[in-house]
């Protein structure tokens, strides 16, 4: 089967003004990603802030442009599709974002906020009380919230409000920038729980951005690691958490906190300060902060390498034979 | 000696359809050089406490009763120009979404330069230290960075200068809300890790708002549970996460997918919703939604001690129930 999303090393550009970093002129936030994701299939995006995560997901949506690469969705390339095409796109391709409040004009009602998509899609002809009331129920809001504003929410609130407008005309792929930052841990399992139904009945796919690795290793398919605007390791989400290959994965993994004041927890820590992208580092980007770093790790470049179920760049990958960790 | 230190704090919001309250009879200390957390579903008054503890309310809010003292002072009597000059110095604050903290259209070397100004040092000077607490914070090409404006960094560095720009004026009082939520897990820990350092040198206390029970049961010293808009329980992180005593704190515990060892695509829940603060139902404010409801549940009942420090509002420790 096809993937409903193919993307092929996409190259997110940003140019940068002058001063200080005259000597840049751009930066690559996403540089040279390539993934897919099945129809109906769950991946997360994982990795750093600043990363690029979101930056990847705007483009895939259509609200960055992508300098280089690909991006397939059904087999039609999205990548310099003309505003008139994508807008028809936008039913099936819908971004939640990560800012809650930011993100909901403040000037509109809740039930504006959710029925807006039918008005910007032109779909008249539907009783909007009635589409209100489907989605707040949809998402777990009482119907009153139908005549609240933005300010008269509280954050988690406001995160149910924008699942109910992402789903409100039944998208095939739904990109969810930290959906569940912010809301305690009931409601995040309610939200959770409610995307997988909503994906099983409705055959939704999910891109998720999300800092919670529970979270991840719960609910999707496939998992990416990313650093500095690239894929570090890529997989089968049981594969990567149960034997991770790439130290920044490792690290990442490690550094989970356990809701156990008690908890013995065995952290890989990073050196240094997260390096910037002006200025990439040579070899392995990572080599500045890895703790397993050799000499050639920051001359040479790691090439990708698929290793079953999963792939990695990285010199020197953990290896997982007799059930411990042994770098190198 | 108590930093912050709230007594039976009450504070509603008007609405068309009437009062909501908001917070009730909410009492909390934070006491010297601690960390204590506050954890609670959405919408059950984390973020009202904390405008109330500022005073920088909605203006459909009001405070219907209660104290909160800072260092003796009772915040809610105080003149407004006194209480301006404590917040940002004083007392700090992190907010849950970065924006809210920067001026769009000021560069961060610019506003970080800005609240120096009680400072008698030069510019040259403030820019120094601004770029060493960016430093502090993991932002790489500090100095360099300080040129740019917010919109040019990442949701999670915006945070992280959010909180240099917080600890800068070496507060007594940092108040945070929901601030790692941004952030990486290796970032997180490496937050946490510093401000517990930060903590410690400026000597400070931090109030902490978290969904993250990992994160709370790392960095905080003490917990509050609140629901909606009532503390349900409070004590050492310790106590309250190994052995709750009040049945919401044990759901919330239960629900992290921190503690579900196999993989679920089905998380547990609490069933049910968080009641109407409008028109409140009489008796145990959780009782809608608790398993272990019982007769007596219809009268409200009041926060009792557990174990030495440890209290929590429920008829069951009255009863000498196993918690
Ligand atoms: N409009 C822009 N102009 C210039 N630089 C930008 C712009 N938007 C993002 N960046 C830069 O691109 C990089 C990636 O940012 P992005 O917002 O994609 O990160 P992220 O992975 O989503 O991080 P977080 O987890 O903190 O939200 C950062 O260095 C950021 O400063
Ligand atoms: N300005 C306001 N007007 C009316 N209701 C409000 C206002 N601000 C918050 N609320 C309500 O007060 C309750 C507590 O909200 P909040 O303090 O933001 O919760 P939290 O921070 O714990 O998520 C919620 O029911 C919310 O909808
Ligand atoms: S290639 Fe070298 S520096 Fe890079 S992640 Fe692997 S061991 Fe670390
Ligand atoms: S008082 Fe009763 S209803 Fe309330 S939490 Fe305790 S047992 Fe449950
Ligand atoms: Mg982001
Ligand atoms: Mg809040």
Known sequence: MSALLDIKDVVVRFAVRGGVFSSAGSIDAVSGVSLSIEEGKTYGIVGESGSGKTTLARAVAGLHHASEGSILYRGQELRDLPEAQFRKLRREIVMMFQDPIGSLSPRLSVKSLITEPFRIQGMKGRDLDAEARRLLAMVGLPPEFAARYPYQISGGQARRVGVARALALDPKLLIADEPTAGLDVSIQGEMLNLLARLQDELGLAIMIITHNLNVVRHITDRVGIMYLGKLVEEGETDTVFSAPRHPYTLALLAANPEPDPDAQLMRIELQGEPPSILNRPTGCEFHTRCPFAQARCSTDVPSWQVAGPAAHRCHLPASWEQDKVCPA | ?323
């Not at chain 2, 908001?22 to 909390?28: E, F, H, I, K, P």
């Not at chain 2, 009202?48 to 260092?71: D, H």
């Not at chain 2, 100004?117 to 820019?127: F, I, N, Q, W």
């Not at chain 2, 109030?207 to 990992?214: A, V």
Request: some cysteine.
């Open chain 2, 1 to 323: 000696m108590t930093v912050l230190d709230i007594q039976g704090l009450s504070v509603s919001y008007g609405t068309p359809r009437g009062e909501l309250r908001a917070l009730r009879d909410v009492s909390l200390s934070v006491p010297e050089r601690k960390i204590v957390g506050i954890v609670g579903e959405s919408g059950c008054g984390k973020s009202t406490l904390i405008s109330a503890i500022i005073r920088l309310m909605a203006p459909n809010a009001r405070v219907r009763s209660g104290t909160v003292r800072f260092n003796g002072e009772d915040l809610l009597a105080l003149p407004e120009a006194r209480m301006r000059g404590l917040r940002g110095t004083e007392i700090s604050m992190v907010f849950q979404d970065p924006m809210q903290t920067h001026n769009p259209v000021l560069t961060v070397g610019r506003q970080m330069i800005d609240i120096q100004y009680r400072d008698k040092r030069s510019k040259a000077d403030k820019l120094k230290r601004a770029a060493e607490m960016l430093a502090l914070v993991g932002i790489p090409d500090a100095s360099a960075r300080l040129n740019q404006y917010p919109f040019e960094f990442s949701g999670g560095m915006r945070q992280r200068i959010a909180i240099a720009m917080a600890l800068m004026a070496r507060p007594s009082l940092l108040i945070a809300d929901e601030p790692t939520t941004a952030l990486d897990a290796t970032l997180e820990v490496q937050i946490i890790k510093r401000l517990r350092e930060l903590q410690d040198e400026i000597g400070c206390s931090i109030l902490f708002i978290s969904h993250h029970l990992g994160v709370i049961a790392e960095l905080c010293d003490e917990v509050v549970v609140m629901y909606a808009g009532e503390v349900v329980e409070a004590g050492s992180v310790r106590d309250v996460f190994h052995n709750p005593a009040h049945p919401y704190t044990r759901a919330l515990l239960e629900c992290d997918p921190g503690h579900i060892k196999e993989k679920t695509r089905n998380l547990p829940t609490i069933p049910g919703n968080i009641p109407d603060l409008v028109s409140l139902p009489g008796g145990c404010i959780f009782a809608d939604r608790c398993p272990q409801r019982h007769d007596a549940c219809t009268e409200h009942p009041v926060l009792s001690e557990a174990s030495a420090g440890h209290r929590a509002a429920c008829h069951l420790i009255k009863a000498g129930a196993p918690a």
